[in-house]
């Protein structure tokens, strides 16, 4: 399994540089690709969009390459992605999550004798847009996707009581922009529902002593374009708790993201993660850079 | 780091909200007034007119067009749907797109010269958003949906 993320992430790289630099970024309107989230997928920061990466319009092709870096009290992550976007109709993506654990490198050392200090994770994600346009339709754009993850370092999510390695999620989500709708500005509200056995996204293994089955949470996100340059907004993700080892808290944001053209995007934010791993209260810096081709 | 980063977010939407209570009050008349009525929107359209002749997504659907009478009709219309005192002439949206199979790609590729061409005439983002949001019902006319 691991042979085929592999290869899959090969591909979609390959695929990524094989654009050529010079060519026309796809027809679709300022930012309407959204951002890189940090499973790969066209969103915000945390949760998937039902919009489609980079900027192909319904004749072209578009992808995105990525890497963002959070850094809270005790963790910091760092994630490179890249994808591809087939006629604004499928989008295939890959990202790398590494995830430095500093401050449990000693938790884990006195408590379970493990000698790690960061742990990784492919997800490979495939996205389809079912119906509608985010900007053009009444009732918005709906899409579904998955991702799957496959976790590298397995020693630290197996030892506190994860299930599995591996874990697919699968969602669906609706994006729509209304149209001056605060102030003369747009506003983008997105609204996903993923079904996941994933332990702090995957990070931590899939499945736990406490639950072991697929839950469904809920996902969303409200943004303001204050030009088409500028959007601010915040996210919310739910998260379920699978693991008696430490509880898991959902995930929030505030975010503001800088789309000059089409080609660049720049998304800082504020994280707040909750609990992670026994330790508590994870907040911090979020900051992402993305170039779309 | 994080205290000025929340207050730059907090400043944004406090910014925008300022603006709120004048955008209320507006009624029809004053999106047709800040697209500079009827002269400024025909500016508009006349640089709208010279994008279109250089992009190669859509140029070829306006080979062969009466360029003063396209010009009349579509500042006509903008005018009439930004509330100002104009009556639109021309035929409708599917009727005139019929035989078009007007593409995403091409929708998406005049939006955005209307945009580039609403900011090169000084519109405010504001008026720019409220005509486009006005636009988008003629968008199942136009792809003949």
């Known amino acids: 399994m691991r042979k085929c993320v592999n290869t899959l992430a090969a591909g979609c790289l390959a695929l990524a540089s094989a654009a050529p630099a010079t060519a026309d970024v796809g027809s679709r309107l300022w930012a309407t690709g959204g951002v890189t989230s940090i499973e790969g997928s066209a969103g915000g920061g945390l949760s998937p969009w039902a919009l489609l990466n980079g900027y192909a319009s319904d004749e072209e092709w578009g992808g995105t390459v990525t890497v963002s870096q959070a850094k809270t009290d005790d963790y910091s992550l760092s994630v490179t992605g890249a994808g591809v976007t087939w006629q604004n109709r499928i989008e295939l993506t890959f990202a790398r999550q590494t995830l430095d654990l500093d401050s449990l490198v000693f938790t ?26 985010v900007l053009y339709s009444p009732w918005g754009q709906w899409s579904a996707g998955l991702q799957h ?145 | 780091m994080r205290l000025s980063l929340l207050m730059l977010v907090l400043a944004s939407i406090v910014l925008g909200g300022c603006q709120t209570a004048n955008d209320s009050r507006e009624t029809s008349p004053a999106l047709y007034e800040q697209l500079g009525k009827r002269t400024g929107i025909a500016d508009i359209v006349e640089d709208l007119l010279y994008l279109i002749v250089e992009d190669d997504r859509i140029n070829e659907h306006f080979a ?37 199979n007007i593409t995403d790609t091409e929708f998406n590729a005049l939006a955005e010269n209307l945009i580039l061409a609403m900011e090169a005439n000084g519109v405010p983002t504001s008026a720019q958003n409220r005509l486009i949001g006005r636009l988008v019902p003629l968008y199942p006319g136009i792809r003949n949906l």
């Open chain 1, 108 to 133: 884990l050392k006195n408590g379970f004798g493990l000698e790690e200090d960061e742990l990784v994770q492919d997800v490979v994600g495939l996205k389809v847009r079912l119906a509608g346009d």
């Open chain 1, 149 to 293: 993850k496959q976790n590298r370092e397995y020693t630290v999510p197996e030892a506190i009581g994860s299930e599995d390695d591996t874990g697919t999620d699968f969602y669906i989500g609706g994006s729509k922009l209304f149209f001056a709708a605060i102030a003369g500005r747009n506003l983008l509200v997105n609204g996903t529902v993923r079904a996941t056995k994933a332990n702090q996204g995957g990070l931590l293994g899939f499945g736990g002593d406490k639950n072991n089955s697929y839950e469904a949470m809920a996902e969303g996100s409200v943004s303001l374009f204050l030009t088409r340059q500028w959007l601010v907004g915040a996210e919310y993700r739910q998260k379920p708790d699978n693991l008696s080892f430490a509880t898991e808290d959902d995930w929030w944001d505030v975010f503001i993201a800088w789309v000059p053209d089409r080609r660049v995007s720049v998304t800082a934010a504020w994280v707040n993660l909750g609990d992670i791993a026994t330790l508590k209260d994870q907040t911090g810096a979020y900051l992402s850079l993305q170039a779309s081709f």
């Open chain 2, 64 to 100: 062969g067009v009466d360029v003063e009478q396209f010009h009349t009709n579509l500042t006509d219309q903008l005018c009439s749907i930004s509330g100002g005192p104009c009556t639109y002439t021309g035929r409708g949206m599917r009727e005139s797109h019929a035989d078009m």
